[in-house]
C-alpha cells in the first residue's frame, strides 16, 4: 500500500515571501500522479498542482510549483509571492493503478500580514 | 471551479434518526467518492463508485451506506446516526482513465449526532 507523508503540521510565512511544503511518499509503481490540494477554513478543497510521474519536468501553476524528485520520492510545493488567501490546509495526496488517492495528514499554513 | 454538489451543508440530527447526504455532479463524470475527514485531519476513502450500479467499500469501513442509480448522483445514507458519526463527509468525481484521473471535490457536509 502506499503512503504519504506530510512531516511539517503548521507552518507560518510573511505575506510576499516564499515558502516550500514537504511531502515524500513509499509507492513500488513506476506510473503514478501526485497532487497538491488546498483546502481553506471552512471552504471546498481544491486541486493547486498535479504532476505525472513519467514526466521528468516540474509542473507550475503561476505562483505555486513542484519540486519532483522520483527517485527520492519527493514532492514538495513552492508558493512564491505568498498571499494571505494562501492560509489553507494544503494536503499531498498519491494516486495509483488503483485509482485510489491516498493524502497525507496535511500541513497548515499561515500567511501573516 | 468543479460543479459538484453536496447538500446538506450542515447537519445536526440526533442519535438513531436516518440521515441521506445528497452529492451530485454535473461533468458527467463516471467515477464518484466519499471521504471522511475529522477536523484538521487526513481524508480517508469510505465509498467508491467507477459508474452505474457500481459500489465498493473504501479504506475506511463505515456504517454508511451508498447507491449509484445515476451517474451524476451518488447519495450517502446512514441508516442510524450516532455521535461517532460526527465528522465532515467530502463527496468528489473524475473521470476514467488514470491520464485524467484528477478528483474534484464538493463543499462538503459537516454532520453533527448528538
Known amino acids: 500500500a502506499q503512503t504519504v507523508t506530510q512531516s511539517q503540521p503548521e507552518m507560518s510565512v510573511q505575506e510576499a515571501e516564499t515558502v516550500t511544503l514537504s511531502c515524500t511518499y513509499d509507492t513500488s509503481e513506476n506510473n503514478y500522479y501526485l497532487f497538491w490540494y488546498k483546502q481553506p477554513p471552512s471552504r471546498q478543497m481544491i486541486l493547486v498542482i498535479r504532476?505525472?510521474?513519467?514526466?521528468?519536468q516540474n509542473a507550475t501553476e503561476n505562483r505555486f510549483s513542484v519540486n519532483f524528485q522520483k527517485a527520492a520520492k519527493s514532492f514538495s510545493l513552492k508558493i512564491s509571492d505568498s498571499q494571505l488567501g494562501d492560509t489553507a490546509m494544503y494536503f499531498c495526496a498519491f494516486l495509483g493503478s488503483n485509482y485510489k488517492l491516498t493524502f497525507g495528514k496535511g500541513t497548515l499554513l499561515t500567511v501573516n500580514p | 471551479e468543479a460543479d459538484i454538489y453536496q447538500t446538506p451543508r450542515y447537519l445536526v440530527i440526533g442519535t438513531g434518526k436516518k440521515i441521506t447526504l445528497e452529492c451530485s455532479q454535473t461533468m458527467g463524470h463516471d467515477k464518484m467518492y466519499w471521504y471522511q475527514q475529522d477536523p484538521g485531519m487526513e481524508l480517508h476513502l469510505i465509498h467508491y463508485?467507477?459508474?452505474?450500479?457500481?459500489?465498493e467499500k473504501g479504506d475506511l469501513s463505515s456504517e454508511s451506506t451508498v447507491s449509484r442509480i445515476r451517474t451524476e448522483h451518488f447519495p450517502l445514507t446512514l441508516e442510524s446516526a450516532r455521535p461517532s458519526h460526527t465528522s465532515q463527509y467530502l463527496c468528489a468525481s473524475s473521470e476514467s482513465g488514470l491520464s485524467t484521473d484528477t478528483q474534484y471535490f464538493g463543499p462538503g457536509t459537516r454532520l453533527t449526532v448528538l
Open positions: 504532476q505525472e510521474a513519467y514526466k521528468q
Open positions: 463508485s467507477y459508474g452505474v450500479n457500481s459500489t
